[in-house]
């Protein structure tokens, strides 16, 4: 596709470039027949020979070269798109001082000739004579292309079909003048005044002129002078010689009988005029259409820095830098108020302690809502700037900067001239400060949306790393059954279970709480993992266990976090369960001989809780007997703390309530009777918090 | 949702709780107990009579305070907690490790013993 698209780009050019050479070649052919026609009728009526050669000859072929030249251009300057403006009228420039300088050149000839015979032969005159109206018919055409390309700038179709119609009429004019003959002067008169009513009109368009900037004026101005300088001495060269030769033959094509020379001239020379004081009279207020322009640009910038910068500083100065240059400041500076005592200032050629000072003279003399952050006023404090001596400003204006309704920092904008803002400028800079409002908005969202990603990424990585804690089998024996079950909230809780074969007679169990969410806790329980792990292994009684789990943990629990447990060691040979309560949930045991479930009663504080030795002074030692039939429920908080709808809580009735009615059946069936009765009182499967069991049922 | 109001009465420092205390309220808690330890009360109660929850995380708040009011020899009495409130502390055995009385009275009596 691209290929295809470069090789018929290439065909055009090629294309181009042929049709140039072809009118080019054309336009010399038919100037040197001309030349050579134009002689020789002019020296067979010197020498009243019959020439042979039809006196319509001449004329035809000067149409030719016309026309020929014309389609020159056109290729050359109107299909052309990568010309400016100024490259338009220095097109036109160069081609007039290349005539000249030809120009120029003949006539030094006829000077080192002086008046020796050659110089005054009629037919050497001739020659030098049809150079020249070459030359300048070639440069007025040259002009008329290059001033169509700034007339149709911005074209509207009725500014077309004007031009159209006017090119038209030029090349009946151009017909009529080779076919001589007079059809009716009224006729010719209309033609003449509508032709140049209609170049007035055209020569009206000067678009093109309010896109140039300052430098592109002073560049057109000279430029135009310039063509205008060469036009008139063409003019007066060319009416020079022909004024000699007609003199001499009465036969002499003179260019001024030509119509169409003349309308050509007059449009080049009015267009060129126009251009010339329009573009003068443009040059005082270009600066003002820049400055507009650069406005525009400035708000882009401001409005597009948040995908292309990557901080909120660069929209600071973005700011600063707009405002100073929209409203031509001596000085600014920008203050922004961030969190807590952090502020920062951005100046410009101004000094933080000249900032500073001016602040203070506005507190002193009691002006309230100026430069302070609560304003959401835009003033001009210029009137109160005046009592300050020690400053050379005279003007100030201040701008609150606003990000959700709420001021953020302060623009102020200072000059060394009183009274120098006007409403106009007020009204740009509260656009630019409005602008970078909604900018720095925009930024802290897309900004908080990024944490917020992070930190669910976080979440998730914590949440795969407190499942993987979890054991996933269970120690079994042949005296009871085990099942557990753990659910977690989107947020990660900090639950956590496991079993421990201590010996053939011994398992060691656990179950614990880590107080807070997120990573801390799953970092938190894994460090209890370790501890459960390396502590069991070595079978201490429980209370043992928590004295020393409580000395490891309190050098890695930061000040306020805690982790409640409690450990058991179940002796299948004595039947007994020998546990060790830290602050967490009690017990909820079902006596299968009582047949009823209650909590047992005991005391003991959480892991991290007491950082100092006596620690075993808030732990106890308990041991309890269990029989066949017996089931022992561990549970975590979350599940008596679950509530419904009304914003009753579980509790721990209807946990022992659930336990009761199913103690006859299996661990697995026990188990999910509860969570089952626990998910029907919430009401949802939605749950808030973790919930976390463990039952052992005896055989 | 938490209000915490805070009044002096008798040169000690009453903090009344009313709400819920979670895991981000909290942090309302931790402040109001470091502004009065701060502003050096020897004598502070917590009014936990319209205290309907405590989470974990306010629990911690207390319980971080305990070495720092023990060493400023600050008396620091809970009283009024409602049964369930108080169950949550129990079980935690935070409850021998704080003083926690039923009335305002018994509170301040305590403060004034302890702070001799």
């Known amino acids: ?699 | 949702m938490v209000h915490i109001k805070r009044l002096q009465e008798e040169g000690a420092d009453i903090i009344a709780i009313v709400g819920d205390i979670d895991a981000s309220s909290s942090i309302e808690l931790d402040l109001a107990i470091a502004k009065s330890v701060g502003e050096g009360f020897t004598k502070i109660l917590v009014d936990c009579s319209a205290l309907e929850y405590i989470s974990s995380a306010g629990l911690g708040v207390f319980m971080s305070y305990i070495e720092e009011l023990r060493d400023k020899k600050i008396s620091f009495v809970l009283y009024g907690l409602k049964e369930r409130v108080l169950n949550t502390f129990s079980i935690l055995g935070l409850a021998d490790l704080l003083n926690i009385r039923d009335t305002k009275q018994e509170a301040k009596k305590l403060a004034n013993e302890l702070s001799i």
């Open chain 1, 1 to 699: 596709m691209a290929n295809l698209l470069i090789g018929h780009v290439f065909i055009k050019m090629f294309k181009t470039k042929a049709l140039i050479r072809l009118a080019s070649l054309c336009a010399i052919i038919a100037w040197v027949i001309l030349v050579f026609s134009d002689i020789t009728v002019l020296f067979s009526d010197l020498k009243s020979l019959h020439s042979g050669i039809p006196t319509w000859l001449p004329r035809v072929m000067l149409d030719v070269f016309i026309i020929s030249i014309f389609y020159y251009y056109k290729f050359r300057i109107e299909r052309d798109e990568n010309l400016n403006f100024t490259d338009l009228l220095w097109k036109v420039f160069a081609t007039g001082l290349i005539a000249t300088v030809i120009s120029l050149a003949v006539r030094l000839i006829l000077f080192l000739l002086g008046s020796t015979k050659l110089a005054t032969n009629v037919i050497f005159l001739d020659f030098v004579y049809q150079l020249h109206l070459a030359l300048f018919i070639n440069f007025l055409i040259a002009a008329f292309t290059s001033w169509k390309r700034l007339i149709l700038y911005q074209k509207s179709k009725w500014l077309l079909r004007a031009w159209l119609a006017f090119e038209i009429l030029l090349f009946f004019i151009l017909i009529y003048d080779s076919i001589h003959i007079t059809i009716s002067t009224t006729i010719t008169t209309t033609a003449i005044i509508i032709t140049s009513l209609l170049g007035v009109v055209l020569s009206a368009n000067m678009r093109w002129v309010a896109y140039l900037n300052f430098k592109q004026k002073w560049t057109s101005l000279l430029l135009l002078l310039l063509s205008i300088f060469y036009l008139v001495y063409f003019l007066y060269s060319v009416t020079i010689w022909s004024d000699v030769i007609s003199q001499q033959s009465p036969v002499f094509l003179d260019f001024q009988s030509h119509i169409f020379n003349i309308a050509l001239l007059a449009f080049v020379i009015t267009y060129m005029s126009f251009s010339f004081l329009v573009v003068l009279f443009n040059l005082p207020t270009s600066s003002v259409f820049e400055q507009k322009l650069e406005e525009v640009v400035n708000f882009q910038r401001i409005s597009q820095s948040i995908q292309t910068e990557q901080n909120e500083e660069s929209v600071y100065n973005i700011l600063l830098e707009s405002s100073v240059s929209s409203v031509f400041a001596d000085a600014a500076w920008l203050e922004i108020k961030g969190s807590a005592n952090d502020q920062r200032l951005f100046t410009y050629q101004i000094t933080e302690m000249e900032t500073k000072d001016i602040h203070a003279h506005l507190e002193k003399n009691n002006i309230r809502g100026a430069l302070d952050q609560s304003s959401d006023k835009t003033k001009n404090l210029s009137k109160h700037l005046g009592s300050l001596r020690s400053t050379r400003f005279r003007s100030l204006l201040a701008f609150p900067i606003k990000v959700k309704e709420e001021t953020i920092g302060t623009l102020a904008l200072l000059k060394e001239l009183p009274d120098s803002f006007n409403k106009e400028m007020t009204r740009i800079v509260s656009t630019f400060a409005n602008q970078a409002g909604i900018s720095i908005e925009n930024f802290r969202l897309m900004e908080e949306a990024f944490q917020n990603a992070r930190y669910k990424e976080e979440l998730k990585i914590a949440k795969t790393v407190q499942q993987s804690l979890l054991p996933t089998k269970l120690e079994h024996d042949a005296d009871f059954e085990i099942s557990a079950f753990s659910a977690s909230a989107d947020e990660v809780g900090g639950d956590y279970y496991d079993t421990l074969r201590i010996s053939d007679h011994e398992i060691a169990l656990i179950i614990a709480d880590v107080s807070g969410k997120g990573t801390t806790a799953a970092f938190h329980m894994s460090q209890m993992k370790g501890i459960f792990h390396s502590l069991a292994q070595q079978g201490p009684n429980p209370k043992d266990f928590m004295a020393k789990a409580n000395k490891a943990l309190v050098y890695c629990l930061e000040r306020g976090s805690f982790i409640s447990a409690t450990y058991f060691v179940i002796n299948t040979q004595a039947k007994k369960i020998y546990y060790s309560r830290a602050g967490h949930c009690p017990v909820l045991i079902y006596c299968a001989s009582k047949n009823k479930a209650e909590y047992l009663k005991d005391k003991g504080t959480a892991l991290g809780m007491v950082r100092s030795h006596d620690y075993c002074n808030f732990v106890e030692d308990n041991e309890i007997s269990y029989a066949a039939g017996d089931v022992m429920v561990l549970y975590t908080d979350g599940i008596t703390e679950a509530k419904n709808n009304k914003g009753e809580e579980f509790g721990y009735e209807r946990l022992a309530h659930a336990l009761q009615e199913n103690a006859q059946k299996s661990s697995n069936e026990i188990e999910e009777s509860v969570i089952k009765s626990l998910y029907a009182f919430s009401g949802s499967e939605d749950i808030n918090d973790d919930y976390t069991s463990m039952t052992v049922k005896f055989k």
